[in-house]
């Protein structure tokens, strides 16, 4: 409570000072590198000091998050993106150097194993939740997204390179279509009679009053969900991350750090496979 009001605050302050998130952005940024700066030094001081920093980044991401008066276009979206990558990969720099500072051996191997990782992490999520493309035959022409055959059995219309310049031809409604009626019965209001409702003479909903149809939503699969605070774990977004570098790299070394990313990384992806709505903690 207390961090959102502050952070609501600072946004406000900075809105009346014409700041906008890339601005915002641009200061985590050089937070980041701040921290990068005090991880190389390889102490407990150093450590302390980028975990710290490591805070100041997120608080810019809880003030950038309370920013209105800013556009949201594709190139800004992207640019943000990009930065919020590029602040990681330079504290991993940091944490590098100073494990070579500290003569551990394979510094920049873990470095690399870590940096692997997490590629392999975020392209798996991404690709998780990548809608499907749009589907195509019977279904597609029903629903108005493709071309619907002709009732009388001819062809179905030019082809290649007008076909999509070509309407599809009109398509007659048949009493006999078991799709047209599958999709009437769908979209009919609910407290309609339907087909067996009609035949019984009542009004009521003949559906099956179970847990899938009580809230609308589709039933959950079998087994009962993760708690939202260890799907946000298992997630392994960007603050998890920061706070796993924070703790590993004071109470030990930047080997540890590194080893808890590549282990936390793992674990996002086993996460995906047993619980695919963890995801929906990383937003």
């Known amino acids: ?20 998130r890339s601005g915002v952005t641009r200061i985590s940024v050089l937070a980041a590198l701040a921290a990068a700066v005090w991880f190389s030094r390889a102490d407990t001081v150093g450590c302390l000091v980028g975990s710290a920093f490591l805070g100041a980044v997120l608080f810019c991401d809880a003030v950038r998050a309370r920013i209105r008066t800013d556009r949201r276009d594709a190139l800004t979206m992207w640019v943000a993106a990009m930065l919020g990558q590029l602040r990681e990969y330079v504290v991993y720099v940091g944490l590098a150097l100073g494990a070579v500072a500290e003569g551990i051996q394979g510094a920049w191997g873990w470095a690399a194993g870590a940096l692997i990782a997490l590629a392999l992490r975020d392209a798996f999520l991404v690709a998780r939740a990548a809608p499907t493309a749009p589907g195509h035959g019977m279904d597609t022409a029903l629903g108005g997204g493709g071309r619907a055959p002709r009732p009388d059995g001819g062809p179905e219309g030019r082809e290649g390179l007008m076909a999509g310049l070509v309407p599809p031809p009109p398509r007659d409604c048949r009493e006999n279509d078991p799709r047209l009626t599958e999709r009437l019965l769908k979209d009919a209001p609910r407290g309609t009679a339907t087909a067996r409702g009609a035949d019984r003479g009542t009004d009521r909903d003949t559906r099956p009053d179970g847990p899938a149809h009580r809230d609308g939503r589709p039933p959950r ?34 080997r540890v750090a590194f080893l808890t990313l590549i282990v936390g990384c793992a674990l996002a992806v086993t996460g995906e496979l047993v619980d695919p709505t963890a995801q929906e903690a990383d937003k």
């Open 221 to 254: 699969p079998a087994g009962a969900p993760l708690p939202t605070a260890i799907r946000r774990v298992m997630v392994f977004a960007q603050p998890t991350r920061f706070l796993a570098i924070a703790v590993a790299a004071t109470l030990w070394d930047a």
């Open 1 to 20: 409570m207390a961090k959102g009001t502050v952070a609501r605050s600072t946004a406000r302050m900075l809105e009346r000072r014409s700041v906008t």
